[in-house]
């Protein structure tokens, strides 16, 4: 049984929009820090996002940053990641995962081994 459900993947062109949704069945989802990470083939997994608990604080890649916004609502127990001015380079399976800390804020750091309960993932297709 999933926990963490991504969706809103798909084929875009390059400088087109995507919304991802991470829906979440867990009862930890509202008080733990969230994040989103990708993997394109070949590659390792890369850190995109993550946003606290409370969604007062915000942390992104630098290959994001600028182009991407991470938000939630914890009323539907959901994280969101809006993909904007996407790039080839975005293509990749995205994947959303939990802190294993609860109320635990990185601040300005994000560390793999920090973060579980990973989703199935949801890919993104980048065409240029």
């Known amino acids: 049984q999933a926990h963490l459900v991504e969706s809103g993947g798909g084929l875009v062109e390059a400088g087109g929009s995507l919304r991802l949704s991470c829906v979440s069945s867990l009862r930890g989802f509202l008080t733990a820090t969230v994040a989103w990470i990708r993997q394109a083939p070949g590659k390792e997994r890369e850190f995109v996002a993550w946003?606290?608990?409370?969604?007062?604080?915000?942390f992104y890649g630098d290959s994001v940053k600028g182009r991407f916004t991470i938000s939630r609502d914890n009323a539907k127990s959901t994280v969101y990641l809006q993909m904007n001015s996407l790039e080839v380079d975005d293509t990749g399976v995205y994947y959303c995962?939990?802190?294993?800390?609860?109320?635990?804020?990185?601040?300005?750091?994000?560390?793999?081994?920090?973060?579980?309960?990973w989703g199935q993932g949801t890919q993104v297709t980048v065409s240029s």
């Open positions: 995962g939990l802190h294993k800390v609860k109320f635990r804020i990185p601040h300005n750091f994000y560390s793999s081994s920090d973060f579980g309960s």
């Open positions: 946003i606290s608990y409370s969604g007062e604080d915000t």
